[in-house]
């Protein structure tokens, strides 16, 4: 497909002939175009993606604007970096012409030489000439230039941990050397320290000493500790909340299918089960909703609500601040509840009675287990015992009014949508049966029988067509004339009087210059009884304007 931009404008006639052969293309009766590769291109593919580019178009069908140009991806490598330090064989004797004037290495001019400055260059003194580098070229892509760890040697990060350990090791000395300091070498403090022990423990075994030490040593380093599940600072008391126990499984990762229990990631909770094939006693997570309606937690939730509503009531009642006795008042009110809910029961019975209906009935007579056998056969009918009575409805049952012989709703008709009786086929409720005739007066009077009733009526009724008379062509000829002429439209050849038409025409002409409606075309005539002519009519046809004529506004404003 050549875009448009490579063979110019097109002609009318080149670019209709562009349009057939796209949708020859398309039908498949036209081979496809072929790229400068052989490929053929798909005509289907829209212009806007098989039209090049100005600045790519070769004046060719092609769709190689479209595809990754192939570069050179050698300079795109991270592993391509300059070698540091490299010297370029021995350092030089004697200075050389064109040779750094402060060092004296060839690869490099005074301005651009790294080394600090001296006094008296190589220029002048020839001694100290430093060596030649290795001037490397390296092809660099947009990443290797970028990368801010290329060239870097792994080995150079030894020295960095070294200096740690060596400043580690040196720390650890440093505190034993204070804490030899502090050890005292005076015997009479020794014993002195001994004696408050001795007087502190007596009364115990000293054989064995006294593990009231280890305890307090135990409990100040316990208090020190930080609690599981939050990070605790002793010194600052402020706690940061750890949302979870690192060791722990995250939720959302005990299911990695995207279809299991959702995750709610701002919240951190996962409602549903996400293993729904493991019963939750076993599954080790079975959902927030699990653990907040499993245990005691239902009952921390209600009398969570109790405190609620009792503090809204104007009870001083608080479950955080005073537990238990918040519990103790829960406990009562439940008492009171279960209490005053017998004691409304028993006073509705006394007063209204009804007892007897709150038993329960025995199970057998629930689930209709009875000791009586039955047996039926493939057809349903009853083999062996009783056939068990049908249940009877509250309602009367086969009580039959008005003469019917069956009840209200024992008949459908479908044509009208209505229900009726099965006897009579009748659709008004509580009617008088009428029987068989009825049914036949109801069949007579459906819509189909009326419907083919005038057909049949008429068609026995009106006697037989007279027979065909053959008609000569002259005949023929002479019925079409007059069925189609334009007499019997009002137009054709009409005698009509010259003079009148002459003067109709003349009127009709100073109407249209007075410019007045067609409503006013005969004045004051209308306000009589009048009778247009032949001759004013035909007046009016010519000169009345046809509004759904193409050429009717038509102006030729050239000058012959």
């Keep these: 497909m050549a875009s448009a931009s490579a063979t110019g404008k097109l002609s009318r006639?080149?670019?209709?002939?562009?349009?057939?052969?796209?949708?020859?293309?398309?039908?498949g009766t036209a081979p496809a175009a072929l790229d400068e590769e052989g490929k053929p291109i798909n005509p289907h593919i829209p212009q806007y993606i098989a039209q090049a580019p100005w600045y790519l178009d070769t004046g060719a069908p092609s769709l190689s604007h479209q595809r990754i140009p192939e570069y050179d991806r050698s300079a795109d490598k991270l592993d391509n970096w300059y070698d540091r330090g490299a010297k370029a064989g021995p350092a030089a004797r004697k200075y050389r012409k064109g040779a750094c004037e402060n060092c004296g290495a060839m690869t490099h001019k005074k301005q651009d030489c790294l080394e600090r400055p001296r006094k008296?260059?190589?220029k002048y003194t020839n001694r100290d000439i430093?060596?030649?580098e290795v001037i490397q070229e390296v092809a660099t892509g947009y990443d290797a230039k970028r990368d801010r760890w290329?060239?870097?040697?792994?080995a150079e990060h030894k020295r960095v941990y070294e200096e740690y350990a060596a400043i580690e090791a040196a720390r650890q000395k440093l505190r034993e050397e204070e804490i030899d300091k502090r050890t005292t070498t005076d015997l009479a403090a020794v014993r002195k320290v001994a004696k408050a022990g001795k007087e502190k423990g007596e009364g115990k075994d000293d054989d064995f000493g006294s593990s009231e030490?280890?305890?307090?040593?135990?409990d100040k380093y316990a208090e020190a500790a930080d609690a599981v599940g939050q990070k605790l600072d002793t010194k600052t008391r402020i706690t940061v909340r750890n949302l979870r126990i690192r060791e722990d499984t995250a939720k959302y990762l005990i299911n990695l299918d995207p279809s299991s229990a959702y995750y709610d990631p701002k919240t951190r909770s996962m409602r549903d089960n996400p293993l729904k094939n493991v019963p939750p006693e076993e599954a080790r997570f079975a959902?927030?909703?699990f653990l907040r309606y499993s245990g005691e937690a239902p009952e921390v939730q209600k009398l969570q609500l109790f405190a609620w509503n009792a503090a809204q009531r104007g009870n001083d009642v608080h479950i955080n601040a005073l537990p238990t006795q918040g519990q103790l008042l829960h406990k009562e009110y439940l008492k009171k509840k279960e209490e005053l809910k017998d004691t409304t029961k028993v006073s509705i019975l006394a007063k209204y009675g009804g007892e007897e209906y709150l038993e329960k009935?025995?199970?057998?007579?629930l689930q209709g287990q009875t000791e009586e056998y039955v047996e039926y056969s493939r057809t349903g009918q009853v083999i062996k015992g009783k056939e068990r009575a049908k249940v009877k409805s509250k309602y009367p049952e086969d009580v039959y009014i008005n003469n019917h012989t069956a009840v209200w709703g024992s008949w459908y008709d479908i044509t009208t949508g209505q229900w009726g009786y099965a006897c009579c086929h009748s659709s008004v409720h509580m009617s008088y049966c009428t029987g068989e005739a009825g049914i036949k007066a109801a069949e007579e009077s459906s819509a189909k029988n009326l419907l083919q009733a005038p057909s049949s009526s008429s068609s026995s009724s009106m006697p037989p067509p007279p027979a065909p008379v053959a008609d000569s062509a002259e005949d023929r000829k002479k019925k079409a004339e007059e069925l189609f002429s334009k007499k019997r439209l009002g137009e054709g050849d009409l005698s009509l009087d010259q003079d009148k038409l002459a003067q109709a025409i003349s009127e009709e002409r100073k109407r249209k210059a007075r410019g007045e409606d067609e409503s006013d075309r005969f004045g004051k005539k209308q306000k009589s009884s009048y009778e247009v002519s032949e001759e004013e009519l035909e007046a009016y046809r010519m000169h009345r304007r046809l509004a759904e004529d193409p050429m009717a506004n038509y102006v030729d404003k050239e000058d012959y």
């Design 130 to 132: 430093a060596p030649d």
């Design 361 to 365: 009935a025995p199970k057998e007579l």
């Design 13 to 27: 006639e080149e670019f209709r002939r562009q349009k057939d052969l796209d949708a020859a293309r398309k039908a």
């Design 287 to 289: 959902g927030d909703n």
């Design 213 to 218: 030490d280890e305890d307090e040593d135990q």
């Design 150 to 154: 290329n060239g870097y040697d792994p």
């Design 120 to 122: 008296k260059g190589a």
